[in-house]
């Protein structure tokens, strides 16, 4: 009988899901019970977000065709779980040329791309004039590309190199053509997990400031955690709230992005007896995000190149609706130890998403839908040069105990 399926999940985690769905707002405690979930009420958790989902957004799965472009990985923040780093005097260190960065962008827009995001390491011997040259040389020739650009922590360093109020920084770098922000360097918002993992990084007021000012100048951002490491479910509850009392303020955020820590190749990764999250952590965290950011954020997305191909496509039917984006290149995740490529061409995000019976769009940087892909016949064709053209790599087993929410093993 039906109500078997669910018979055996514990009446309070039924309860919060039942408040979700039928659309009261979730508090911390309830969070903090729901990043706890497991076995039947794992389940019952994925499919109240995935119904949430749909309610929220439909069965459209959005993507963007986009490049990242790491302008130099020169960075004496000394994040202990930061792979990407080096030194100046380090032998792979690089500093990027405005022709370079510029011949990377006229390759993105060749495939498609209407998106470049630009971040780069905290280089001291930069200063804010450079951001700002990136941003007027990419946008003299490509008037038309979006630049998703500059942490928080970049922002952050640019002021104080220059003086300005936040207010004028912003103002400055959009007039030279910034278009939106992203939510990054956010990794925990509370202090005590920050002073750990990354302590001379900016805390969280700081950030929260900074992100607030970006909003209020008009410039959009996405919102990100960073969690597997040495954070609890209430430290991830606290982050969530954060983050939603912050949209509630100033409606800035286009998306939540779960970032699972990639722990192989940092410092911090080497300090820890567990290895990252499980697969259950990722979905568990898309689906929690889902019910208690509803309706103040409404786009959640996997990371792929942290989750790989196979269970981004389970976090599909657990509450995310964003494939994220191409990439072309990727760097800082693959520093610190994934394997699951740079480059994830549209055609095969499109394939990805209609395995799990979900329709592919392709949308800008705020979530305006540039094409839809109804009809797989009338899909158009590669922009992919051959020669570069890359699969995601094979799917990494971070522990044994993934099952699939339809029971089936991957």
């Not at 022709?99 to 390759?107: G, H, N, Q, S, T």
């Not at 983050?243 to 940092?266: A, C, D, M, S």
């Not at 480059?343 to 769009?361: D, S």
Request: proline share 5%; glycine share 8%.
């Amino acid at each position: 009988m039906l109500e078997q399926l669910y018979s055996d999940v514990s009446p309070h985690v039924a309860r919060i899901l039942d408040r979700a769905l039928s659309g009261q707002e979730l508090d911390r405690s309830d969070a903090e019970q729901l990043l706890r979930c497991q076995g039947a009420d794992f389940h019952a958790l994925c499919r109240a977000a995935d119904v949430a989902r749909k309610q929220d957004v439909g069965d459209d799965v959005s993507f963007v065709v986009n490049r990242n472009i790491n302008f130099t990985n020169v960075c004496y923040v000394g994040c202990t779980f930061c792979g990407f780093s080096r030194h100046a005097d380090d032998p792979d260190a690089y500093d990027r040329s405005m022709d370079e960065i510029l011949d990377k962008a006229r390759d993105a827009v060749a495939r498609g791309a209407t998106e470049v995001c630009i971040q780069g390491g905290i280089d001291p011997k930069k200063d804010h004039h450079h951001y700002r040259e990136i941003l007027r040389a990419l946008k003299g020739e490509f008037p038309d590309l979006h630049i998703h650009a500059y942490s928080p922590e970049e922002v952050d360093f640019m002021q104080r190199k220059s003086g300005m109020e936040l207010p004028e920084l912003f103002a400055w770098l959009r007039e030279a053509g910034l278009g939106t922000i992203p939510g990054t360097a956010a990794e925990i918002l509370s202090d005590d997990i920050r002073q750990v993992v990354a302590g001379r990084k900016l805390m969280t007021d700081r950030w929260v400031e900074i992100v607030t000012a970006a909003h209020e100048a008009g410039l959009r951002s996405s919102s990100t955690i960073m969690y597997g490491h040495i954070e609890t479910p209430e430290h991830v509850a606290a982050h969530m709230d954060r983050v939603r009392e912050l949209q509630k303020r100033t409606g800035g955020f286009t998306e939540f992005v779960p970032l699972g820590f990639i722990y192989e190749k940092n410092h911090l990764g080497h300090s820890l007896e567990a290895p990252g999250p499980s697969a259950q952590d990722d979905l568990r965290l898309i689906a929690v995000a889902r019910l208690f950011l509803r309706p103040w954020i409404t786009n959640v997305q996997m990371s792929w190149v942290k989750m790989g191909p196979k269970l981004s496509q389970q976090a599909l039917l657990c509450g995310a609706n964003d494939f994220g984006g191409t990439l072309m290149e990727e760097s800082i995740s693959r520093e610190s130890g994934s394997d699951f490529g740079e480059n994830l061409p549209p055609e095969e995000i499109r394939r990805l998403i209609r395995a799990v019976g979900r329709t592919p769009v392709e949308r800008n940087t705020t979530y305006g839908i540039l094409r839809r892909f109804d009809d797989p016949e009338k899909d158009p064709p590669s922009l992919e040069p051959e020669q570069r053209a890359e699969r995601a790599g094979p799917r990494r087993f971070r522990d044994k105990e993934l099952l699939l929410v339809d029971g089936r093993a991957q």
